[in-house]
């Protein structure tokens, strides 16, 4: 055989050949990374600039690298791309967590969310609570009265309505979050929510709502049909009574005579 067709060329690839390549090629960078839930803000924020970009903006707080105009971005070394990427998530966690305002009457559930921000950024679990005067206005801050997993087995009512009594607030919302990032009530919530209405009943300060909160998303009984403080008991399948879902959002604003839960009528909180 002449010594040029040892030489041959190789056959261009086909996609029936290409399937067969050695498994390095087949990697990807995010292999045996961690979910991002998991990791801490530092590492976030480096995913999401890059490493060049993590190093010039060193140990400046997230909190005031979300609030940075592109000015002072570029100020601090960071490039178009990485400013942009900063930039749009900053815009981002503000649509979807706006910040405090001075505190006008809460008409639903969202609005308060931006008082729950320490629960929603917790890494262990807690009970907190909001306080409310009689037209609905947050009374204070979030007080937050037990934390840890067995906290709706260790906590009491007098704990729970501490803050109340002591800002002569008329009405509460309770609220704690949910470390596995699905805002959704399990059973002991339910009972939890009904033995903490109860207890508002005797001492005359209402339990507008209870709210479970991930930092992705929350869940409100009051919305979902399954509290109703204007009767002073639980509506859960849990318990073995029907649920009626609202058909739009429930308003708590003050002089509303009523408001629309799935054509149930329910009078405002407030």
């Not at 009374?139 to 906290?151: D, N, P, Q, R, W």
């Amino acid at each position: 055989m002449p010594a040029a067709a040892e030489h041959r060329a190789k056959p261009p690839q086909t996609p029936c050949n290409a399937g067969h390549q050695p498994a390095a090629h087949a990697a990807t960078p995010f292999r045996g990374r961690p979910p991002l839930a998991a990791v801490d803000d530092r590492s976030l924020i480096h995913d999401l600039v890059g490493h060049l970009a993590a190093l010039a903006i060193g140990d400046t707080p997230v909190g005031v690298l979300l609030e940075a105009s592109p000015d002072q971005l570029t100020r601090l070394g960071l490039k178009p791309a990485a400013r942009r990427r900063l930039l749009a998530s900053a815009e981002l966690a503000r649509r979807f967590q706006p910040a405090v305002k001075p505190s006008g009457p809460v008409r639903t559930a969202r609005d308060l969310l931006p008082h729950l921000a320490v629960l929603r950024a917790g890494r262990t679990e807690a009970l907190g609570v909001l306080t409310l005067d009689v037209r609905c206005c947050v009374l204070g801050g979030l007080a937050v009265v037990a934390e840890g997993g067995l906290m709706h087995v260790a906590v009491a009512a007098r704990e729970v309505y501490g803050p109340a009594l002591e800002r002569r607030a008329a009405a509460i919302v309770i609220a704690h979050n949910h470390q596995s990032g699905v805002a959704e009530p399990s059973a002991e919530d339910v009972s939890f929510t009904q033995l903490m209405g109860r207890a508002g009943i005797i001492l005359g300060v209402r339990l507008l709502d209870h709210m479970i909160v991930a930092r992705r998303g929350y869940f409100s009984f009051r919305e979902a049909g399954l509290w109703d403080d204007s009767r002073g008991r639980q509506a859960s399948p849990f318990l073995g009574v029907p649920v009626t879902h609202p058909t739009k959002q429930a308003s708590w604003g003050p002089g509303k005579s009523k408001i629309s839960w799935g054509g149930s009528g329910l009078p405002p909180p407030c």
